[in-house]
Structures are given as C-alpha cells and as structure tokens.
C-alpha cells in the first residue's frame, strides 16, 4: 500500500501495539505508522506541540484510536480532534477491546468514523488491519486538505 499516507496508531499496551504492527507488516501495509503511547502524546502530534508533530510530517490518513488511554482518554481525544477545525474531517476509527455499549455510542456520537473491537485471535486481528487498511488506506477518499 502507499507508504506516503502516514497512520497515527494510539495505544498504550505494548502488545496490542506489536500485534498491529505485526498484523500491518503481515498484509503489506507499509505505510508510516507513528506510535503515540498516550492521549497527549497523540494530540502533541495532530496539534503539532510535540516534538514529532504534523507541522513537520501534515495530517496522518487515518487515526487509529484507542479508548482505555492514560493521561487523556480516547474520547477526549475524539472530542478535541472534533472541535478542531483544521482536523474536523480526519478520518478516526476507534480500535479497542472495549464491550461497553456506553463507549460504542459515545465513540459515534463524538464523530468516530468506525468503532472496531479487538479480536482476541492472531488470525482474525490480522484479517481485520488487511480490511482496515484496504478500506482507510486505499478505498477511502478523504476531504482535500
């Protein structure tokens, strides 16, 4: 897939973030992942305060966000990525392990854009990043920024 559409990863567990990065390498996704660890680091990036910030690399293609974050939760994230208007229309697809009813409704009343559960399984984690990444990374037309 085209390495030049950056994706923003958001997620704290280190081993949900290998199993993505895993599963993206299993599919041939190549695109530039940034890693951000927590709910600040991940708005440091999209607002451009950190040091790795989109003022030097733009928007990433697609946000991919967890819920369950330390510092800032995923939905104040969704929240603030909302209330900007520069970031307004970037794509977000909410990627947790969460059951909870309550945070699928908030996730898409804040304007996630998907909400996807974590599979448990290697195997269908890795059928979902290929479907991810086919949809997001390569279906998907995105408003011209």
């Known amino acids: 897939m085209d390495s030049g559409r950056t994706i923003l990863l958001v ?6 973030q290998e199993l993505t990065l895993r599963a ?13 660890r927590d709910g600040e680091e991940a708005l440091d990036y999209l607002f451009g305060t950190g040091p790795d910030g989109r003022r030097k690399h733009g928007l990433p293609q697609v946000v991919l966000l967890d819920l369950k974050l330390p510092k800032v939760d995923g939905l104040d994230v969704l929240r603030q990525i909302r209330a900007a208007e520069d970031t307004r229309l970037l794509p977000v697809v909410i990627l ?8 699928l409704l908030a996730g898409y009343r804040l304007g996630a854009n998907s909400y996807v559960r974590k599979p448990v399984n290697f195997d ?3 059928e979902a990043a290929r479907q991810l ?3 997001w990374l390569l279906l998907n037309e995105t ?3």
Do not use: C, M, W
Request: net charge negative; glycine share 2%.
């Open 133 to 135: 990444g086919l949809y």
């Open 24 to 36: 993206f390498q299993k599919n041939n996704i190549s695109n530039r992942v940034v890693l951000a």
């Open 11 to 16: 997620e704290d567990n280190a081993d949900d």
């Open 124 to 126: 269908e984690f890795v």
């Open 96 to 103: 947790t392990s969460s059951k909870e009813e309550q945070d």
């Open 143 to 145: 408003p011209p920024r």
